[in-house]
């Protein structure tokens, strides 16, 4: 190593080391042992203009590993990212753009919001994906405008989580080449060295999976850690894994022991790290002149490369005026003008709402190029195919539609990370009940609010013959119950078609939950579905002079019987108004006026859902009830199952009357 | 294949094919390829008494590939299991014992509940795990009580799944030598060929997990199939994969191809089928006198071992009587007398809850040997350590510590498949926002009813630095979401106490949810707490005569400043009730006069919990009124995050008083 990049190496250590202490707080081991691999990999490789960090055409660089945060904040400062040495100081503390893990959206240069183990990994496997698909679609002869990589920096934390083994075999399946992971491999975790639960021939596993695997016998040997880095550039079908043999907290009193992971090192030891490390003993926050003068390099580099690009876009944009218009739109999620127009309102029949969505998507795909997805393995049942385009791989990279495999947790996190590369509207789909196994997907979808798009069908006891495990019943409620998720669970057809475009719209992730049975379509009264799911709830049926006695508020399939209760109730002389309410958030977004129409106080509310009743009496007052299913479903036909558990237009009059009295 | 042979497989064959037929719903292309080596298995190896289902020793069979359920229950008729030939032909339908996939506790001879793809896989471990824990502990030299094979069935979607390869990997971590996987191996999914999603070198990645990899290039072939098992089960040392190429859909015209997989085969290629194969063409389920009378001999086998065993079990009693008592104990789940008054109450002081617990675990241990558990690499921050008992493994089988490595839905899985075993009390630990990496297998937990014990700390803001990737928000609705999960937060030591003891109690899947941050002993309420809890709720302080005009409701860390706030109000001249409700299910469980008497109609309740308010408006009704945090947290320290976002005594009072007016 020499001295500058020596001094660079030791600035990053110890600004996370003197962040995590003053925090008292943090994590000091990997920053101290993988800041040379950062280190190369920005100073040496990184295509980044840290001035203009939504360059669109950037290196992405993720670190998986997020509880070394403190060393992406310590880069993102040195790099020229515009982060502050202030907020270093105030890493971890409230309302700093340093938190304790890194977060998307918070602080400039962070790709993705990680901690979570696996997730960042996960997410990369998607960025990858975008950008080949993007690559085949625009790229021209001699005009690569989409030509970047996707870095991570992992751990053998995210090497132990099974997302990151899904979207590891996947990444291998769909030819990533120019997805590049360097490995922190320290032999370290919590409760000690990962021979205790972590014997695997890691570097095998990987190359069972069809990745290129290098590996680096010393983290602390830049020129290894470069030509690891070219290596694996210069495999142009496989995603490589670099190996690079770490010491946790290199140069620390706890140097290769769990100690040095996740608490401060303490005064005394961060004492002894410095002398180890022939840093000065009073510096804090410190950033040698020499090593400023070398990290500003990153930034004449980064504007050298941007504009090369920029002068190659205006050529692509002479050559190829309507694909440039379209890239520029689909990066910057610009959607064409009347698409909505162009998807047909349903007539009479009746479809499953998994079935009318399979329909509106077709349409959207020919409206919307940036409407990239597919199925954890389930497109003949989730109807997520899109007609007449090729599937994604290496043989026809411009293709749309995905095979996730049987993969849930990580079409979840890959559909996160398409969303936030940009360029695409990403979706993925599955039964309901699997949307447990994507849920810290959902929950990150969230935490970012990216446009990420989630299909579930097979939505309630519905399913029938397959059972309680196939059967949603506290699904709904605990994806309502995820802060910034929005549910929409459509009745019919319009609605669906209605919810498809709030998914498109919103620009935030939504869940669409579908059925796997046939409903009527409200064709009388499509235009009021298609454009009621927007507001979250609207009107389907009134009762006279619009005053009723008695409110049946569904969601979904329940809309139906819903309807036949009411002509019952109506029958006998009862004043009902049903409601369709597909979307808890849409409505809870609406004008305290708009909701007090809707629902008015003081009329008693029945809601009517084959999921939990939990959270219901939020709408249904005190005076109300809830029709619902509070245990497990039964295997068994559907119509007979919905019967069984009291799904009936008959229970739904019952249990009005009873709540009439 | 000899005649007789041919002739059972076949009949296995066609008792599934006619089930799926009849019912017009199911999967008949695993039964028609797998049924050879499922047939082996159980004629040659399988180590049971079908007429005594429950038999300890016995090995275990799980059809991991849970939507083949019409070949498991063909072969529970066949081999004995007093399953009759009429709930085969209600196969899938309500009430019958033979639902869309197999359910335990509904048909005999079901080990585990199977379906959601990779937990079949990963419970097995889970009993392997329990196999060699427990043979450890009471094996005695000509004595093995406890000596027996883990079998399961396994596809290509098990292999696909994330949590399949955290188990593999960790199962060979841990030598489970009498681990014997046969892999389903049929190139197809119901995308159609595993090439789409799938070109991993599968047995080389089992390689590099460390497990033995055998393949038998012929599914039909019993003789290589049978030569496979037997080479499985003399590697003592590794679990063993053998991967069997079959035909999904054998001998009907839809072999090899996805359609064979998901539903039936009509009944035109049901008759071609049974023309290739040789069955008779009006033959419904048929079992051929030959064929049954070689199936027949599976209860004299199994009689004879059990009788074999039972005599050695005899003179274990003879020799080892205290042994022989515990383990009959253990394995039917019998508890030591006075085993709760060996567990001390908590003086005065302050403590986390996670901190206590680890207090209470470990007085625990001492006194309940089936206590066996871990956490996914966070034992030093769970406190979830056993003290004084070694780490489970190759060199300690008898060790009652394990480490799971960070595989979080694994170690769900695997807790469920030793608790499934019977024989120990497991638990597993990690912070509560990783439960969401679980989810599948806390549903698997609450379908099954196991005595799983899931232990989850850091359960709010709370945490502080770490920010809003590891501070739980929605977690305790949407476990309390999952029907017959009992969730249990307790508000301190004493609480605490109590929970492990209902944990215990139960016999079914309890969740803990601990704090990070210390909070002060009800020392002079400490009988109180401790018993309390067990009714989900109680009154710790109380408004003059009684007679509330308020109630403040608290969960877990929340009941301190609650007790604050009562004082304050106190002060002002209020009547205030203060609640503690460690949990909703215990609560819900009691006397309505109970519960009316701790909540009495008529009183506005505001509840207060760090966590969305989703669904506490079931207790606090419409007058009352809700504190809690229904967006996302931020990263700072702890007291200042739980501060900011109002949790504090003050705020309380604040509410409560708007509650009033």
């Known amino acids: 190593m020499n001295q500058t990049d020596q001094l660079c190496v030791n600035t990053l250590r110890f600004l996370a080391v003197d962040a995590v202490e003053k925090a008292k707080s943090g994590h000091p081991g990997l920053p101290l042992g993988a800041a040379p691999m950062a280190y190369v990999l920005w100073d040496r490789f990184m295509k980044h203009n840290p001035a203009q960090p939504a360059w669109v055409d950037r290196d992405r660089f993720i670190l998986s590993a997020g509880h070394g945060s403190a060393l992406l904040y310590a880069m993102l400062h040195t790099f020229g990212y515009g982060l502050p040495l202030e907020e270093l100081k105030k890493f971890r503390q409230w309302e700093s753009l340093t938190p304790g893990h890194p977060e998307y959206g918070m602080t400039v240069g962070v790709e993705a919001t990680t901690g979570p183990l696996g997730q ?36 053998d934390g995210d090497l132990m989580e099974g997302v990151c083994a899904e979207a590891a075999s996947l990444a291998a399946t769909l030819g990533l080449g120019k997805l590049i992971y ?49 290596l694996a550039r210069e495999d142009k079908e496989r995603p490589s894994l670099i190996a690079v043999r770490t010491q946790i907290g290199f140069g620390s009193p ?27 003993p009073e510096a804090r926050f410190h950033v ?12 004449e580099r980064g504007g050298d490369c941007e504009e090369k690009w920029q002068a190659m876009f205006t050529e692509y944009q002479k050559q190829y005026p309507e694909e440039a218009a379209q890239f520029h739109n689909a990066m910057n999620g610009i959607l064409p003008r009347d698409w909505k127009e162009k998807i047909p309102l349903f007539g009479a029949g009746a479809m499953a709402t998994r079935e009318s969505s399979g329909k509106v998507m077709n349409k959207l795909a020919a409206v919307l190029p940036q409407l990239v997805g597919g199925s954890a393995d389930l497109a003949p049942s989730t109807k997520t195919w899109l007609d007449g385009f090729a599937a994604f791989g290496v043989a026809q990279p411009e293709g749309r539609n995905l095979h996730f495999g049987i993969r849930e947790h990580a079409m979840g996190s890959i559909v996160n990370g398409m969303a936030l ?20 997907a959902l929950r990150m979808a969230a935490l970012m609010q990216t446009h990420s ?96 006695q008695l ?11 819903s309807l036949k209760a009411g002509e019952l109730l109506t029958q006998q002389g009862i004043r009902v108004r049903v409601v369709s309410m597909p979307s808890w958030e849409l409505f809870d977004e609406q004008s305290e006026d708009y909701r007090r129409r809707v629902l008015p106080a003081g009329v008693p509310v029945l809601s009517v859902e084959a999921g939990i009743t939990l959270g219901w009496q939020k ?23 919905m019967e069984k558990f009291g799904f009936t237009a008959e229970n739904i009059v019952k249990r009005a009357l009873a709540l009439l009295k």
């Open 120 to 155: 960042g990994f996960a997410m990369g496997v998607g960025m990858a994906i975008a950008e080949k698909q993007l690559a085949a679609v625009f790229n021209k002869p001699g005009l690569p405008i989409v030509d970047h990589f996707t870095y991570a920096l992992v751990s």
């Open 182 to 230: 360097l490995y922190d491999d320290n032999h370290i975790s919590i409760e000690g060295n990962t021979e205790l639960a972590f014997t695997e021939n890691v570097r095998l596993r990987f190359q069972a999976y069809g990745w290129q695997v290098i590996t680096v016998p010393d983290g602390n040997d830049l020129g290894l850690i470069e030509e690891a880095i070219r």
């Open 254 to 280: 706890k140097q290769g022991t769990a100690a040095a992971h996740g608490e401060p090192l303490g005064s005394e030891a961060a004492e002894a790290t410095r002398q180890t490390l022939g840093w000065p």
């Open 288 to 299: 040698p002149e020499e090593a400023a003068a070398h990290f500003a390099k990153a930034l």
């Open 421 to 440: 590369h940009k360029g695409l509207i990403p979706y993925g789909a599955t039964f309901f009940v699997f949307s447990d196994y994507m849920r810290p």
């Open 453 to 548: 798009i989630f299909v579930f069908t097979h939505d309630s006891i519905g399913v029938g013959e397959d059972g309680p495990t196939h059967q949603p019943i506290e699904h709904l409620a605990s994806l309502r119950a995820i802060p910034g998720l929005t549910v929409i669970r459509p009745a019919e057809a319009n609605e669906t078609r209605g919810a498809w475009i709030a998914a498109v719209e919103r620009k935030k992730p939504v869940a669409l939950v579908l059925t796997r049975q046939k409903l009527t379509t409200l064709d009388q009264l499509a235009n009021e579905a298609a454009v009621g799911v927007a507001y979250g709830a609207y009107i389907v049926k009134d009762a006279p002079q619009k005053n009723p």
């Open 551 to 561: 409110i049946l508020l569904a969601s979904g399939s329940e809309l139906e019987i």
């Open 619 to 641: 709408y249904t007052g005190a005076q109300g009830d809830s029709l619902g299913i509070d245990h497990f479903g039964a295997s068994g036909p559907g119509p007979q199952v």
